[in-house]
């Protein structure tokens, strides 16, 4: 199909090309989307095709993103994709986090499956790909975490030199380990996330460097994926509600836009309800839905799910539309909530960082207030994988964590390490008395 940016505000709907190194609308300060025109692609064949190309080794039909390229604006530049055969992640049953939010049945769509250990995989191939299209040598974005590690990830694999501005102090030692494996130039600014942002829009701009944050449509068209490709593992059988965190907000913007174009083109009948669920510390869009009025920032965000540890999320204008065109809400969720929905999944067999059990603690208060019903399809989203952050895990489980401003986090469902001597006969009481 042919493709252009085209401005996302209804007054607007400027467009330009493809080429054009834009984020915002020129014409009206909005954000940007990829529109797409022409002959629709045919549902039946697709779905075909799609389900064969996982038979095949090419490196387009591998990934789990590039798969659904025809869904994609680069029907006629793949050769500047750059992949890792990201995508491709789990749809997990998970009993025991179904008892603990009152549910006859969740399941959870694992992002951590990916190559560096997040959703960010799926919209990083087509950023880093959108930036050797245009010929761009260095990239950059702001992160908690997990983009910085994509970042680092594809554009070593894409050949380019990545920049990472990070808040100083604000990030888990994993994250950052993966980025500085990968051989990003980082640098740590005393600031929060916001204030980096804008200062690295200058940056961009001034010295020709391609931005990479969810601010980037590209990002958003390859996070579009996480829903085709969950679709497809259900077979084409719409779930009740599709449940996740929010940050920057970028993902549920991208999984609205995902589901409108599918519903558009007749790959499914209609679209699910979607929940996006916050951290109280850090939940500026919960605050603008359920009290209207203008949109408010947090001047200074908290919460240890550093992932959404951000005060004024870009895409919130999109991901507003989304929400209340698919008929869905916004939550959010406490510290100790999330630790311990955390917890929960761990016992599930499949873990998660601290940003991901938000999905879990948010379903939980939805069924509590009568949004979700027990007999509901839900399928929660799980953003990272749990070796992201293990000293969090750490800490919870010791009895140790604290919440942002000191309070103590009760290990509601601690697993607490124990010291035993030396002695066969004693370790066999032990676990008889545990039996």
Partial sequence: MQA??????????????????????P?????????YAGPAPDPIHRKSVWRQRRLTNDPLN??????YRELLPFDDATQHVVTLREGNTALLDAPAAARYASLDRLRFKHQGFNPTGSFKDNGMTCGASQARRLGMSRVACVSTGNTSASLAAYAAAAGLQAVIFLPHGNISFGKLAQAIEYGARTLQVEANFDQILALVRTLAEKLGIYLLNSINPFR??????????MLDQLDWQ??????????????????????????????????????????????????????????????????????????????????????????????????????????????????????????LAGIRNLRAAGLLGAGEDVVGVLTGNVLKDPDYIYRY??????????????????????????DADRIAQL????C
Avoid at 258 to 287: D, K, N, W
Avoid at 431 to 434: A, C, D, F, R, T
């Fill in 4 to 25: 252009e940016l085209v401005c996302f505000e209804p007054n607007c709907r400027a467009s330009y090309p493809l080429s054009s190194v834009l984020y915002n609308c």
């Fill in 27 to 35: 014409a009206c300060g909005g954000l940007l989307e990829v529109s």
């Fill in 62 to 67: 591998s990934s789990g993103v590039w798969r």
């Fill in 220 to 229: 958003i068209e390859g996070q579009k994926t996480i829903v085709i490709e």
């Fill in 238 to 359: 719409v779930p009740d509600w599709i449940v996740l965190p929010g940050g920057n907000l970028g993902n549920v913007s991208a999984f609205g836009k995902a589901l409108r174009e599918l519903v558009h083109y007749g790959f499914i009948p209609r679209s699910p309800r979607l929940a996006v669920v916050q951290a109280e510390g850090a939940a500026p869009f919960y605050e603008f839905w359920h009290a209207g009025g203008p949109f408010h920032p947090v001047g200074h965000p908290e919460t240890l799910a550093t992932a959404i540890k951000i005060g004024d999320p870009v895409s919130w204008p999109k991901a507003a539309q989304e929400i209340r065109a698919s008929g869905g809400t916004v939550e959010k969720v406490s510290e100790q909530e999330i630790a311990d929905a955390k917890a929960i999944i761990g016992r599930c067999g499949i873990g998660c960082e601290p940003a991901s059990a938000a999905s």
């Fill in 397 to 422: 489980h010791m009895g140790q964590l604290e919440g942002p401003n000191g309070t103590p986090i009760a290990p509601h469902f601690g697993n607490r390490p124990e010291v035993v001597p030396n």
């Fill in 431 to 434: 676990l008889e008395e545990k």
